[in-house]
Nanobody, 119 residues
Framework: QVQLVESGGGVVQPGASLRLSCAAS????????VRWYRQAPGKEGKAREL???????????DYLDSGEGRFTMSRDNAKNTVFLQMNDLKPEDTAMYYC?????????WGQGTQVTVSS
């Protein structure tokens, strides 16, 4: 059974940092494009916003414009885990953050981890 489990969210003040993790079981991240999405409160009826995307065969990581320079996505293939380092957090970064893995064959979502940025 495939599971993606996010962790690392929390309540922080503006300017703080958080490191989100997404650990996979039942699949190998080396075979998947892994993306981080977020959904802000009150926007549950809208599509989730893509934060960062890391294809397995490409060294380029694409970032949301508002996260460029503040967010860094990385992988630890030995631990089958991906990370999203978020620095200089702003109130508008408040959202549920989701990990999503996909390839030509299938796709999976994690359950999400909440990030709240508030003074």
């Amino acid at each position: 059974q495939v599971q993606l489990v996010e962790s690392g969210g929390g309540v922080v003040q503006p300017g703080a940092s958080l490191r989100l993790s997404c650990a996979a079981s039942g699949l190998s991240f080396t075979e998947y494009t892994v993306r981080w999405y977020r959904q802000a409160p009150g926007k549950e009826g809208k599509a989730r916003e893509l934060v960062a995307a890391d294809p397995p065969s490409d060294t380029t990581i694409d970032y949301l414009d508002s996260g460029e320079g503040r967010f860094t996505m990385s992988r630890d293939n030995a631990k089958n885990t991906v990370f999203l380092q978020m620095n200089d957090l702003k109130p508008e970064d408040t959202a549920m953050y989701y990990c999503y893995a996909s390839n030509w064959r299938d796709d999976y979502w994690g359950q999400g981890t909440q990030v709240t940025v508030s003074s």
